[in-house]
C-alpha cells in the first residue's frame, strides 16, 4: 500500500509561488505515476500535472503551462509541484496521486490519495 504525503500549502498574493510537495512511501513501482489534482467546491478533483515513474515524462493541464512545473527527486519517490504567477482562479484543494502509469491521467478515479494541501490566492 503506498501511502501520500503533501505539504506546501498557503495562503499567497496574486502573482506569488508556492512549491508543494509529495512523498510517495509503501510498495512503490516504476510501472505507475504521480499526479496532481485540485478540486474546487462543488467540483470533481480535476488533473493539473503528473510524472511517469517510468522515464520522467510530465503532463500539464492546458490552463497551468508556463506557470506550474513538476518535477522529481530522482533517488525518491517525492515529486515537487512549483506553481508561479498564481491567480485567484487557482485557489483550491490540491492533491497527490499514485496509479497506474498506463491509466487516464485526466481521469479522477483512479489509484490512491493524500489528504490534500490548501492553496488559496488572494486578489
Known amino acids: 500500500q503506498v501511502q501520500l504525503q503533501e505539504s506546501g500549502g498557503g495562503l499567497v498574493e496574486a502573482g506569488g509561488s508556492l512549491r508543494l510537495s509529495c512523498v510517495a512511501s509503501g510498495r512503490t513501482d516504476s510501472s505507475y505515476a504521480m499526479t496532481w489534482f485540485r478540486q474546487f467546491p462543488g467540483k470533481e478533483r480535476e488533473f493539473v500535472a503528473g510524472?511517469?515513474?517510468?522515464?520522467?515524462?510530465?503532463y500539464i493541464r492546458d490552463a497551468v503551462k508556463g506557470r506550474f512545473t513538476l518535477s522529481r527527486e530522482n533517488t525518491k519517490n517525492t515529486v515537487f509541484l512549483q506553481m508561479n504567477s498564481l491567480k485567484p482562479e487557482d485557489t483550491a484543494v490540491y492533491y497527490c496521486?499514485?496509479?497506474?502509469?498506463?491509466?487516464?491521467?485526466?481521469?479522477?478515479?483512479?489509484?490512491?490519495w493524500g489528504q490534500g494541501t490548501q492553496v488559496t490566492v488572494s486578489s
Open positions: 496521486n499514485w496509479r497506474p502509469v498506463d491509466s487516464p491521467w485526466w481521469k479522477e478515479n483512479f489509484g490512491s
Open positions: 510524472i511517469s515513474l517510468r522515464d520522467n515524462s510530465t
